[in-house]
């Protein structure tokens, strides 16, 4: 019913810039939040960046000042723009609809997620 798709993933250098897109598609009724959780090897997944239907934000501390999320206009679309690139950012990159109505139905939806690697 409801799918998230992520894109712009791929392998910089440290210092580099990449930009990552997300479309939901689907029945979508309202949500709170959209954003973006990452998860590297063996380790849990975590927040990022958010945003909410109000239009404030929140970051992980490690990519404050370096990602910024941001909201498409007539689209269920979220992107993340990533500058100044560490090594430690590499993971899987997940969209996430937080708070999402479809219907009857209140849940959170994921994408697949985009991997994201920066060497060093």
């Known amino acids: 019913q409801v799918r998230l798709a992520e894109s712009g993933g791929g392998l910089v250098q440290a210092g580099g810039s990449l930009r990552l897109s997300c479309e939901a598609d689907?029945?979508?009724?309202?949500?709170?939040?959209m954003g973006w959780y990452r998860q590297a090897p063996g380790k849990q997944r975590e927040l990022v960046a958010i945003m909410t239907t109000s239009g404030s934000t929140n970051y992980a501390d490690s990519v404050k000042g370096r990602f910024t999320v941001s909201r498409g206009n007539a689209k269920n679309t979220v992107y993340l723009q990533m500058n100044s690139l560490k090594p430690e950012d590499t993971a899987v990159y997940f969209c996430?609809?937080?708070?999402?109505?479809?219907?009857?139905?209140?849940?959170?939806?994921w994408g697949q997620g985009t991997q994201v690697t920066v060497s060093s």
């Open positions: 996430a609809l937080k708070g999402a109505r479809t219907g009857l139905l209140t849940s959170d939806y």
């Open positions: 689907g029945i979508i009724f309202s949500f709170n939040a």
